[in-house]
């Protein structure tokens, strides 16, 4: 596929870490920040579509996110919720040790299914500074371990939401389109 020609292109965007390390709030500060009403979730799978415009590629990306609610436990449903998808967030809490050392499944059980997933670790929660376990150097090690890129956020922080979102679709882009990180650099000024 190439972006330069279609103008656009749309991605299913699958979430995965432990419960409560805040994938939907999130997916929910990057969809619902402008409609100023705070999303009720539903146990099941709650999907929603939200457009991001990339004007230096003449691109629109368009994510269909599905974030999983109260079935977490069962293996049989994730293994469907992952199917097509082709990006997605490993999601670990900072002040949380065992969702960082947990990570490692998520990243196994996702890749049996997708192989070729575009994935991004994300270090959640570091606005909870004082409580934080889990250090910058340690998440580094660890996406450079599993062969991903490294993000650190703050679910509440919109500002960094959205950045989150926007590492993801530019990686998505160079990959798709085969630009490089200095075609990005120069475009955009972002380093990755
Ligand atoms: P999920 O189970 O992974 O979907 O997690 P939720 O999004 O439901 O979040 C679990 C709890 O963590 C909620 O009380 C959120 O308000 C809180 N939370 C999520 N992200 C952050 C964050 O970045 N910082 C802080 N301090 N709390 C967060
Ligand atoms: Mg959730």
């Known amino acids: 596929m190439s972006l330069e020609k279609k103008g656009n ?25 402008d409609l100023g009403e705070q999303y009720k979730s539903t146990i099941g799978i709650n999907i929603m579509s939200k457009k991001m415009d990339f004007p230096q590629w003449n691109s629109k990306i368009e994510f269909a996110i599905y974030d999983l609610g109260g079935q977490e436990i069962y293996k ?17 809490d900072v002040t ?8 490692r499944e998520w990243y196994r059980e996702i890749i049996s299914i997708e192989p070729n997933i575009l994935l991004v670790l ?4 570091i606005d909870l500074e004082k409580d934080r376990k889990i250090s910058t ?14 993000i650190e956020t703050s679910a509440l922080n919109r500002d960094i939401v959205d950045e989150a979102f926007s590492t993801l679709a530019v990686l998505y882009i160079m990959r798709k389109t085969k630009v490089t990180q200095d075609e990005v650099k120069i475009k955009t000024g972002w380093v990755y």
Do not use: H
């Not at 949380?96 to 990570?103: G, L, R």
């Open 9 to 33: 292109c749309w991605m299913k965007l699958i979430l995965g870490g432990d419960s409560a390390v805040g994938k939907t709030t999130l997916v929910e500060n990057f969809v619902y920040r």
């Open 76 to 92: 049989e449903v994730r293994r469907k919720y992952y199917l097509g998808a082709s990006a997605g967030f490993l999601v670990y």
């Open 96 to 103: 949380n040790p065992k969702s960082f050392a947990n990570i």
């Open 122 to 125: 994300v270090a959640n929660k």
């Open 137 to 150: 150097q340690q998440g580094d090690a660890l996406a450079q371990e599993l062969g991903v890129q490294y």
